[in-house]
């Protein structure tokens, strides 16, 4: 069945078939079979990232997070490569991510958030980042990112850049009010408290949430 028309004259269309044949069958509690049909996909075609991507997806569902990780990050560096391949060289800068880099970014991003591996996910969210540039969670995910990574003024020039991006933002809009807020909150954690007042005054007539305004503003006068 595999070796159809469409496959028979390339070999890396039956690997990547295999793995995927791999995932349905442990999708359908053939699980040992599913597993071996993928580390035959890996073995014919180590090159893949298709391959590596699948076989990253099943360590996930069985909780293996480690390798998982260790899969997806293989994917996204072959993906890289092979898109850097791809580039003229009269290119200054390397091409951004395609959707199927996209696809395993996320991936990534979330199995690195979920093991805490910080760094690991600031990479992955600006990677997504400069794919998407126009997409606002993208800019407030990068920012997410490094906070938790303890990047604070990293995380507070990526959101002076999103703010400076934002034009005619509707009057009353919570989720930029939201972002404001957090914004603030950032500038306090590094210390900023002179400017984080400063921040918060130039901005409170965006700020919908007036409770949230109040209480965020005291406390931080206190700190001053």
């Known amino acids: 069945m ?4 469409g496959t028979a004259a390339h070999p ?14 442990a999708c359908q509690d053939r699980k040992p079979e599913g597993y071996e049909l993928i580390k035959r996909g890996v073995r014919n075609d180590m090159g893949s990232h298709i391959v590596w991507h699948v076989y990253g997806i099943m360590h996930r569902a069985d909780k293996n997070f480690e390798e998982a990780l260790k899969c997806y990050s293989q994917a996204n560096r072959i993906e890289k490569v092979r ?19 996209l696809n395993i970014l996320s991936d990534l991003a979330i199995l690195t958030i979920h093991l805490r591996h910080y760094s690991a996910y600031v990479d992955a969210r600006l ?10 969670r993208n800019w407030v995910g ?6 938790l990574a303890g990047q604070l003024f990293e995380a507070d020039r ?25 914004h ?17 005054g130039e ?9 949230a305004y109040s209480v965020q503003r005291g406390a931080f006068a206190l700190e001053e």
């Open 2 to 5: 595999l070796r159809n028309r």
């Open 12 to 25: 890396t269309a039956i690997t990547e078939t295999l793995a995927m044949k791999g995932l349905f069958f």
């Open 83 to 101: 898109r850097l391949r791809g580039c003229s060289i009269a290119f200054a800068n390397p091409p951004y991510p395609s959707q199927d880099s």
């Open 127 to 136: 990677s997504i980042l400069r794919a998407a540039p126009r997409l606002r």
């Open 142 to 147: 990068l920012a997410v990112a490094q906070h």
């Open 158 to 182: 990526t959101l002076r850049n999103y703010e400076e991006m934002i034009r005619e933002v509707p009057e009353k809009e919570y989720e930029h009010s939201e972002v404001l807020l957090y």
């Open 184 to 200: 603030a909150l950032v500038l306090d954690e590094a210390g900023e408290y002179e400017k984080c007042l400063e921040f918060l």
């Open 203 to 211: 901005h409170a007539g965006e700020i919908v949430d007036r409770q």
